[in-house]
């Protein structure tokens, strides 16, 4: 398994805390349905992973909020016939609205167990979580075009003055 392989566990959860709107489960849900359940959720999940990236570990509180995500959806996780065998999936779609976090649960899951959880950033520029891929683990920014790039203007202006 290459290193961007290994790094791909954690996406969905970093997505989900990363973004503000638009690809939000939690836009699926603002029916009045379940709303109320998703954002403590949302909340408790970037408390773990920004105390992961400072190296502090997670409060028992919000674990738990993530392991009762984690639990409900265990019982409908399993292994379902795909194009090339078999591979995990989801055996029905019942859960509300809390299964749209399902997935978001086992990423977050998969990446705080993972070796690579070493590899999780808080970015210097905007603060945005990111995965770490480079070799020598000394990326700062979470994009180079944006942040990386604001960041070397700065301090070339700096220099300047």
Known sequence: MSQAQRLIGGIACLD??????????????????????????????RRILEAEARGTGAAAGDL????RILSAAGSRRGLISTVRGYGWGWL??????ERL????????????????????????????????????RSR?????QGCGNRAKVARYRARKD
Request: charged fraction near 25%.
């Open 16 to 45: 989900f805390v990363n973004t503000p709107g638009g690809s939000d489960p939690e836009d699926g849900a603002r029916s009045g349905t379940g709303t109320a359940r998703l954002r403590p959720f949302r909340a408790a999940l």
């Open 64 to 67: 738990s909020v993530l392991n």
């Open 92 to 97: 029905d779609e019942a859960g509300g609205p």
């Open 101 to 136: 976090l399902w997935p978001v649960a086992f990423s977050a899951a998969r990446l705080l167990e993972s070796p690579d959880l070493v590899r999780l950033k808080s970015c210097d520029g905007c603060g945005r979580l990111f995965l770490d891929a480079s070799h020598n």
């Open 140 to 144: 700062r920014w979470c994009d180079m």
